[in-house]
């Protein structure tokens, strides 16, 4: 029997994040302050400290920003994210993964994240700082794709290191661009790169291609419980296309 393919965890496990965001959302819970009678005296008062507790503890799903307050709440479950995919791909492996490699992976990626968030709030911002960043951004795209030629052409020895350069900078500098033009896609675009690169792993065009679709639709759901559920929606029926399309081997075939 054929495995099928290993994507679909990964693609499930962000689709229920997202769906568990929706759901703890206390934008319509009407805030901790319950509403005095109407016909006390202290109603407008207190219908005036309901709002301001709305206001508040309002949770804002504009532009896929998953929660005001709970901003860092989604970088920390995109790390969990990630590394429970490590450590699904290395459980599945036909042989085992050297332990220094996974270590290098998952303290890559987990490093990788906050390096983004900085990138994004600087590329999202104005002034000085935004065409500084908008330089380094440039600069780091001339590196990445000097090491990915010299890897591909074989100039010359060091191609281990400059895979490692294009690696690095190349996907950097891409975030850095779709972060300027596409503000609303600054959390969306962190587990969506993510999901390019194992569906380059995995030669899989149907991960790419619901990748794809997750990041449209974060462009055209920016507002409310859909800016959340949609790309959810998205994740779940790519993990269920990965699961039902698969065939494995005939016993014909074996």
Request: net charge neutral; proline share 6%; hydrophobic share 55%.
């Amino acid at each position: 029997m054929g495995k099928r393919p290993a994507f679909w965890f990964p693609l499930a496990l962000l689709g229920f994040v997202l769906i568990g965001l929706a759901l703890v959302s206390p934008g319509n819970a009407g805030g901790p302050f319950p509403l005095l009678n109407p016909a006390g005296s202290g109603y407008r008062m207190e219908q005036e400290l309901h709002a301001y507790a709305v206001a508040v503890t309002r949770v804002s799903t504009d532009n896929f920003h998953v929660l005001e307050q709970h901003t860092d709440y989604w970088s920390y479950l995109v790390a969990l994210v990630f590394v429970a995919t490590v450590a699904w791909y290395a459980v599945r492996a036909a042989t085992p993964r050297p332990w220094r490699k996974l270590i290098t992976v998952t303290v890559g990626g987990l490093l990788a994240l906050p390096v983004a968030e900085v990138v994004a709030d600087g590329m999202a911002s104005h002034g000085d700082g935004r065409e500084m960043l908008g330089t380094v951004m440039s600069l780091f795209a001339l590196l990445g794709a000097g090491g990915a030629a010299w890897a591909y052409f074989r100039l010359g020895t060091g191609r281990g290191a400059a895979i490692v350069i294009a690696l690095m900078f190349c996907p950097l500098a891409v975030y850095g661009w779709l972060v300027s033009l596409l503000p609303q896609t600054a959390e969306a675009l962190v587990p969506g790169l993510g999901l390019l690169a194992l569906a380059w792993f995995e030669r899989s065009r149907l991960l790419a291609s619901v990748t794809a679709a997750f990041l449209l639709v974060v462009v055209v759901f920016t507002s409310g419980s859909a800016a959340l559920l949609v790309p959810a929606a998205v994740m779940l029926a790519g993990a269920l296309a990965a699961l039902l399309t698969h065939r494995p081997p005939s016993a014909d075939t074996a």
